[in-house]
């Protein structure tokens, strides 16, 4: 379990704040800029990152009230300057190229790219449909058994959300499931790690496990 009043990035996997191994691996995969969407927690994110990682500029979208994830990617997608932009949870560590899922998405011509991730039991996430490499469909939770789950990771183009509307609003639930026809968005299938922080069954396996895999 986190420790009271501490935002879920700065939680300690293996003597280091989560975050830290996020923007790391970022830095390392030749990402230029990093925008933080921070809400609560945000002075303690903001006093531990500053204003670089490893030689990467990070700049600070700050939330004065909560906006769901819809609407904190929609606020900082106005301090983005490339036409498309990756867009990741901060408590969540896929193992996957995401230079190779920028191209891909530029290759397929998407508006929005997906990292569509296989894991042998999905209950606990809900399901993601596949068809011939479009999603076309997200499933409740609670379907057992292995398949393909939503990893958390986006590629979207800068103005995809240039019509959402103002406020609060789930990207997947509010924006992306009733437009998934207009969107027809692209999966990007990673067979690598995958780590959700904010499960406690995925913090204690992280402790031994991101070291080895983030190296």
Same mark, same amino acid.
């Given at each position: 379990?986190?420790?009271?009043?501490?935002?879920?990035? +700065?939680?300690?996997?293996?003597?280091?704040?989560?975050?830290? @191994?996020? +923007?790391?691996?970022?830095?390392?995969?030749?990402?230029?800029?990093?925008?933080? !969407?921070?809400?609560?927690?945000?002075?303690?994110?903001?006093?531990?990152?500053?204003?670089?990682?490893?030689?990467?500029?990070?700049?600070?979208?700050?939330?004065?009230?909560?906006?769901?994830?819809?609407?904190?990617?929609?606020?900082?997608?106005?301090?983005? &300057?490339?036409?498309?932009?990756?867009?990741?949870?901060?408590?969540? @560590? +896929?193992?996957?190229?995401? &230079?190779?899922?920028?191209?891909?998405?530029?290759?397929?011509?998407?508006?929005? !790219?997906?990292?569509?991730?296989?894991?042998?039991?999905?209950? &606990?996430?809900?399901?993601?449909?596949?068809?011939?490499?479009i999603v076309v469909a997200f499933a409740e939770?609670?379907? &057992?058994?292995?398949?393909?789950?939503?990893?958390? !990771?986006?590629?979207?183009?800068?103005?995809?959300?240039?019509?959402?509307?103002?406020?609060?609003?789930?990207?997947?639930?509010?924006?992306?499931?009733?437009?998934?026809?207009?969107?027809?968005?692209?999966?990007?299938?990673?067979?690598? !790690?995958?780590?959700?922080?904010?499960?406690?069954?995925?913090?204690?396996?992280?402790?031994?496990?991101?070291?080895?895999?983030?190296?």
């Amino acid at each position: 379990m986190l420790p009271p009043g501490l935002p879920k990035p +700065l939680a300690q996997v293996a003597g280091r704040p989560f975050l830290d @191994w996020l +923007l790391g691996s970022l830095a390392r995969q030749g990402i230029e800029r990093c925008i933080l !969407s921070v809400g609560y927690g945000a002075e303690a994110i903001v006093a531990h990152c500053g204003a670089r990682h490893c030689n990467m500029p990070i700049e600070y979208c700050a939330e004065e009230v909560p906006l769901g994830t819809g609407g904190a990617i929609r606020r900082a997608l106005a301090l983005a &300057r490339e036409p498309q932009v990756l867009v990741l949870n901060g408590d969540t @560590w +896929l193992g996957a190229s995401y &230079r190779t899922m920028i191209e891909a998405h530029r290759a397929a011509r998407a508006r929005l !790219s997906i990292a569509c991730v296989s894991v042998p039991e999905t209950a &606990r996430y809900g399901r993601v449909v596949v068809e011939d490499g479009i999603v076309v469909a997200f499933a409740e939770k609670g379907a &057992r058994g292995s398949g393909v789950i939503n990893g958390g !990771s986006y590629v979207i183009d800068r103005n995809v959300l240039s019509d959402a509307p103002d406020g609060a609003f789930s990207f997947e639930s509010d924006f992306v499931v009733p437009r998934i026809a207009e969107l027809k968005p692209a999966a990007f299938i990673v067979k690598d !790690s995958f780590l959700d922080i904010g499960v406690p069954e995925d913090l204690a396996r992280a402790q031994a496990l991101l070291p080895c895999i983030a190296a």
